[in-house]
C-alpha cells in the first residue's frame, strides 16, 4: 500500500490504493517498517497521490509517519493529498496532541489481600449500621403506622412467600425421602428400621427443614432483592425518592424484611411438612412401615420443642437475608458488572451467615437444654 | 444552503415503504414513507412520543415491522444472511439516546470493542483511534481511562458518538444527540457532525429537537405527526408548511429566535 524510494538523496513514499479501516491492519505494518527501515532520511516527502480513499484509519497513519520522522528532526513534505480529504487530515492531526493518561493499575496479590482484609471488616461495620438503620425505619414505622407500606408488603409476600411453595415443596419432599431411604438402610443392619421415623423426626423439624428452606430463600428471593435494588440505584430511583423526601430504607428494605420474616417461618412449616410426607412415603415403599405406625411413631419420638427450635430460628435467618440482601442492593455502583458481584456476594454471604447462624442456635440450644 | 443541498438524483441508502409499526393494538407508525440521500444530513423531527425512536430501531432492525419495506443500501434487511448483516452493520454507527456505553468497560475499551471485533491491528494503532476519535468528539484524553458510572450526561453523549463513529461508518444514525449538551457544546458537536459528513462523506440520519441543529447542519428536514412523514424539505419549507403542528414547532418564540430573519 506504500512503496518508498530514493530520490535525489532524500526518501519519497508513495501511498496508493485505499487508506481505510478495512485495511488498516496491513497498512500498518507497511508504515511501521518503512519507519524502522529508514530512521532518519535527509528529506522526506510523502506523496498520497495514489491513494483513492481515506479515512480516520489512514489519516492517523500518515500522521504516525509525519510524527515519527518529525521527531528525528526530519520535516516531511505531504503532496497529492485529494482536497477532499485535507480537512480530515487536519483534524486528525490536531488530535493525539495531549499525553495518554495513566492506565487503570491492576493490584499486585498482597495489595489484594490486604484490601480484601479492610473490607471484610468495612463489610461488619456496614452490615451493623444498616441493622441499625432498619430498626430504625422500623421503629419510626410503628410510630406512624399510618405510613407503612401495606400493599408494598403484601406484594413483596406474594413474590417472596407464595410463589415460593411449589418449589420448596418440591425440594423438602425430595430430601426428606432421601433422608429415609438413607436411613433405612443402615438401621436395618440393626434391626432397628422404625428408628428412622425418628431420624426424619427430629432432623427435619430441628435442623433441616429451616435450614434447606432458609438457603432456598437466600438464593431465590435475596437474589432477586439485590437485583431489584441494584437496579433501582443504577437508573437513580433511589436519588429519586431521597431527593423527594422519603427514607430509601423505609420505602424499599423495610417491607422486603417484613415479607421475608413473615414467610420463611411459614415455609419453613410447609417445607418440614413436605419432608416427613417424603419420609413417610419413602419408609412405606422401602422399609414396608405404614404410614400409621409411622405416624404413631412420629408422635412419640418427637415432641412440641423440637418443632419449635426449627420455627424459632426461622424468622431470624429471614432478617439476615433480608438485611444483606437490600444492603449489596443498595450498594451497587454504575455498571452491570457491579449488579452481578453484589447479587452473587448477597446470596453467598446469606448462605454463609445463615449457616453460622444455625450453628450459634445449636450452641444456645444445647446450653439451655432445649 | 445551497452548496449543502444534495442533488436531487442522488442515491438513496436508505428507502422506508409503507412501513407500518405497532405494539399490541397501538399503531404507532403507519404507512411511513422516506428516503435518506448519500451524503446528506437529514433532521428527523416529530412529537415527543410520536415514534422517531421506532423508527430508527425499526431501520436498525431492532424493532420488528408489521408491513412495509426497509432498505438500507438497496438491501432489505430481513432477507440478509447472518455474515452480510454483520458487514452492513459494520457500515453504519448509531448514537442511542441514552448513549448505550458498556458499563463495564472504560471508554477507551468501548472504542475499541467494534475494532477490536471487525479489524486485526496492534494495539498501539487501536489506541491511537480511540484517542483520536476521544479528541474528535471534544473530550479531554484522560476521560479514556474513566467508566461509564464516572462521566456527566454530556461526555456520555460525546463518547457514545466515538464509539458508533469507530469503524468510520457510511451512515450514522443519531438519535437527540445535542440534548444535554450545553449550547457552546452542541454548536460544537453540529459543527463536528458537518465535518465527519464533509471528509468521509457520511449521511447522517439525525433525530433532534434542537433548533440550533436544524438550522445549522441539517440538509433537509423531515417531519413526522400522526405515524407518517407530513412534509419534508428545507426549513423554507417546514415554515411554510400547513399542518398546525408544524407550524407551532417552525413559528413559536423559540424557532423565531433562531430563525428570526426568515421568521
Ligand atoms: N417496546 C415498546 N413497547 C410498547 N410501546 C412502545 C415501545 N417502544 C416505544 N413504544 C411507544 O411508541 C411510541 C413512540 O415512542 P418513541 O420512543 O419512538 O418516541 P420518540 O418520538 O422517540 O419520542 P422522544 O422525542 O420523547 O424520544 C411511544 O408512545 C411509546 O410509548
Ligand atoms: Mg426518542
Redesign the interface.
Known amino acids: 500500500m506504500i512503496s518508498v524510494r530514493s530520490q535525489d538523496g532524500g526518501l519519497v513514499v508513495a501511498g496508493r490504493g485505499a487508506w481505510t479501516a478495512h485495511f488498516a491492519g496491513a497498512l500498518e505494518q507497511e508504515v511501521d517498517a518503512a519507519l524502522a527501515a529508514h530512521a532518519r532520511p535527509a528529506t522526506v516527502e510523502i506523496d498520497l497521490a495514489g491513494v483513492e480513499r481515506m479515512d480516520t484509519f489512514g489519516a492517523l497513519l500518515l500522521e504516525r509517519l509525519r510524527r515519527t520522522w518529525q521527531t528525528s528532526g526530519v520535516v516531511p513534505r505531504v503532496t497529492g493529498l485529494a482536497p477532499k480529504y485535507a480537512e480530515l487530515v487536519e483534524e486528525i492531526s490536531r488530535t493525539g496532541q495531549e499525553p495518554p493518561p495513566p492506565k487503570r493499575r491492576t493490584e499486585e496479590l498482597l495489595e489484594r489481600i490486604g484490601h480484601t482484609m479492610v473490607d471484610v471488616g468495612k463489610d461488619a461495620m456496614a452490615l451493623l449500621n444498616f441493622v441499625g438503620a432498619t430498626v430504625a425505619a422500623t421503629w419510626r414505622m410503628i410510630l406512624r403506622p399510618k405510613s407503612f407500606r401495606f400493599t408494598s408488603m403484601v406484594n413483596q409476600l406474594d413474590q417472596v412467600g407464595f410463589r415460593a411453595v411449589p418449589i420448596i415443596m418440591l425440594i423438602t419432599f425430595l430430601i426428606g425421602a432421601i433422608l429415609a431411604q438413607q436411613g433405612l438402610f443402615y438401621f436395618r443392619r440393626f434391626g432397628a428400621e422404625i428408628y428412622v421415623v425418628d431420624l426424619v423426626g427430629v432432623l427435619v423439624l430441628r435442623e433441616l427443614g429451616v435450614l434447606i428452606v432458609a438457603i432456598m430463600i437466600a438464593g431465590r428471593s435475596g437474589s432477586a432483592y439485590t437485583a431489584e435494588l441494584g437496579a433501582m440505584c443504577m437508573q437513580e430511583e433511589v436519588d429519586a425518592l431521597s431527593v423527594m423526601g422519603f427514607d430509601p430504607v423505609e420505602v424499599l428494605v423495610v417491607p422486603r424484611i417484613l415479607a421475608l420474616i413473615i414467610a420463611l417461618p411459614l415455609l419453613t412449616f410447609i417445607g418440614s411438612m413436605s419432608a416427613i410426607f417424603g419420609g413417610l412415603l419413602a419408609a412405606w415403599s422401602y422399609g414396608g412401615i405404614t404410614p400409621d405406625v409411622f405416624i404413631e411413631r412420629l408422635k412419640y419420638a418427637i415432641d412440641l420443642d423440637q418443632f419449635e427450635v426449627g420455627m424459632y430460628k426461622a424468622p431470624f435467618m429471614a432478617f439476615v437475608i433480608g438485611i444483606v440482601a437490600c444492603l449489596e442492593g443498595l450498594r451497587v455502583g454504575g455498571s452491570a458488572e457491579s449488579l452481578g458481584r453484589h447479587t452473587t456476594a448477597a446470596v453467598v454471604k446469606a448462605i454463609f451467615l445463615v449457616i453460622v447462624m444455625d450453628g450459634l442456635f445449636a450452641m444456645f440450644f444445647a446450653s439451655i437444654d432445649l | 444552503m445551497d452548496a449543502r443541498t444534495p442533488a436531487r438524483h442522488a442515491e438513496a441508502v436508505i428507502e422506508v415503504r409503507d412501513l407500518v409499526v405497532g405494539f399490541g393494538d397501538r399503531v404507532i407508525l403507519n404507512g411511513l414513507n422516506l428516503d435518506v440521500y448519500r451524503g446528506e444530513i437529514l433532521g428527523f423531527v416529530g412529537t415527543s412520543g410520536g415514534g422517531k425512536s421506532v423508527l430508527t430501531r425499526t431501520i436498525l432492525g431492532l424493532v420488528r415491522k408489521r408491513s412495509g419495506s426497509v432498505k438500507v443500501f438497496g438491501q432489505e434487511l430481513g432477507t440478509l444472511n447472518e455474515k452480510e448483516r454483520s458487514l452492513m452493520e459494520r457500515r453504519w454507527g448509531v448514537l442511542f439516546q441514552q448513549g448505550a456505553l458498556?458499563?463495564?468497560l472504560?471508554v477507551k475499551q468501548n472504542i475499541q470493542f467494534p475494532l477490536r471485533e471487525y479489524?486485526?491491528?496492534?494495539q498501539a494503532?487501536m489506541?491511537?483511534?480511540a484517542?483520536?476519535?476521544?479528541?474528535?468528539v471534544g473530550l479531554?484524553?484522560?476521560v479514556?481511562?474513566k467508566?461509564?458510572?464516572?462521566l456527566s450526561g454530556g461526555m456520555i453523549k460525546r463518547a457514545a458518538l466515538a464509539r458508533s463513529?469507530a469503524?468510520?461508518p457510511e451512515i450514522l444514525f443519531l438519535d437527540e444527540p445535542t440534548s444535554g449538551l450545553d449550547p457552546i457544546g452542541a454548536g460544537d458537536f453540529d459543527e463536528l457532525i458537518r465535518?465527519l459528513q464533509?471528509?468521509?462523506g457520511l449521511t447522517v440520519f439525525m433525530v433532534t429537537h434542537d433548533l440550533d441543529s436544524l438550522h445549522t447542519v441539517c440538509d433537509r428536514i423531515a417531519a413526522l405527526a400522526d405515524g407518517k412523514v407530513i412534509a419534508e424539505g428545507t426549513i423554507a419549507t417546514m415554515m411554510a408548511a400547513k399542518h398546525p403542528w408544524l407550524q407551532a414547532y417552525f413559528h413559536g418564540s423559540r424557532a423565531r429566535a433562531v430563525f428570526g430573519a426568515q421568521g
Do not use: G
Open positions: 458498556f458499563s463495564s472504560t479489524l486485526h491491528m496492534s494503532m489506541d491511537d483511534v484517542f483520536a476519535k476521544i479528541a474528535m479531554k484524553s484522560d479514556a481511562e467508566m461509564p458510572s464516572e463513529l469503524l468510520d465535518t464533509q471528509t468521509l
